[in-house]
């Protein structure tokens, strides 16, 4: 495939992220306007509810776009998935015949403040990268020990907190926590020092699933991807993830990029999964290719200065991909719901360049990276944004995700501090349902 052509003209070059080909979705709004879905085509978006209301979409009897998210597009399932996308692309084409009419329908991204995209029904995150799973294992079992019986077998994941999921922009703060070193006695209640990034993709599951689904069954699940940081705090999670693995040092928060690239657009990209050291039971094989060729990059920028790239990678590194981490999901008959999320677990490639976290970069904080500003760092500092960039390379066109940004704040002075004003509130209210026996 080759670049489609747009009356869009900044959707016309090889390096723009949102071409014809791409039309991914996200939720939108301005100065004028509360939140609304839209596509991104080249560096406009097209207002969708407004082309919707105007009768130049009509894919149903009842309105997809008279709501802030995705999720009633997912739920009618891959063939509207198909129409919509044909449509949009007619409709955005060179040529078209409503380009009058679409034209009064775009909003400048410069203009535009973007929201999640979608109803997070539930979050699950996976283990799935064997070079990220290798250096970690080593870390803190030795070499021989790397990989758990189990890792070669299953993709092995763990529930996170759909609440955590926020869309990129948004700051995240330092976390406190239980925190106990090998040399401590005792835990102690601190604010996590070793706050790390993980460099992962999001996958989104569209329609809904009963029992078990096979690997076939379950990429025909997918709606689309995002990029995804999985921020962690190491320190509290080598104190609290025997015996049932992580909680809250996953809790914090969950970094997407804004727009939804859809599956359809990701075909071209297609490509195998790593050679297997263990033949996978026959509910979890291959069913062609099951991973993409998305190259992916993290920069870390500290406050008021220039932006490093601290690590590149692809999305093939991974071992297990997103259609079997879902298959594998539902074997216990565990239903799936639209709007559910899957992250790919962190991605690392087999060179030190590759590794996508400071925990594996700093091997642990004995090897600090340096800055492109002459700065180390082994983990996260307060000020640091971090940013992910992805993109799949067709033949003269670009298939980008949007950034994935968030900056860390400090560590709150005190978690349990409230505000005397909401305390004197508190405590009038206490005693006025006192006064009237009723219970808070």
Known sequence: ???????????????????????????????????????????????????????????????????????????????LWAALRARLTELLAEGAAEKAELAEMLVAQSDAEMHLPFLVSEFTDFYASKNHATNVGTMFRGAENALPPNWLHIPTGYNGRASSVVVSGTDVRRPWGQLKGPNDDAPRWAPSQRFDLELEMGAIVGTPSDGPVTVAEADAMIFGYVLLNDWSARDIQAWEYQPLGPFQAKATATSISPWIVTKAALEPFRTDTPPREKELLAHLKDCGPMLYD?????????????????????????????????????????????????????????????????????????????????????????????????AAKGDGYTIGFGTCAGKLLPALADPYQREPFLFAQNILAEGSNSATGTTL
Request: proline share 8%; with cysteine; hydrophobic share 35%.
């Open 1 to 79: 495939m080759t670049l489609l052509p747009s009356w869009v003209a900044s959707a016309n070059t090889a390096d723009a992220p949102f071409p014809l080909n791409n039309l991914p979705y996200g939720v939108f709004s301005t100065a004028d306007s509360d939140p609304r879905c839209g596509v991104a085509i080249g560096d406009m978006i097209l207002d969708v509810a407004a082309a919707e209301e105007a009768g130049l979409i009509a894919l149903t009897d009842a309105p997809l776009f008279d709501v802030p998210f995705w999720n009633e597009v997912m739920e009618e399932g891959p063939a």
């Open 294 to 390: 998305i190259d992916l990059q993290v920069t870390l920028t500290p406050e008021g200065k220039a932006p490093s790239t601290i690590a590149t990678t692809n999305y093939k590194e991974m071992y297990y991909s997103s259609a079997q981490q879902l298959a594998h999901h539902t074997t216990s008959g565990c239903p799936m719901n639209p709007g559910d999320l899957l992250g790919s677990g962190t991605i690392s490639g087999p060179e030190k360049h590759q590794r996508g976290a400071l925990l594996e970069l700093s091997w642990g904080g004995k090897e600090p990276v340096t800055l492109e500003t002459g700065e180390t760092r082994s983990f996260l500092e307060d000020g640091d944004t971090l940013t992910l960039h992805g």
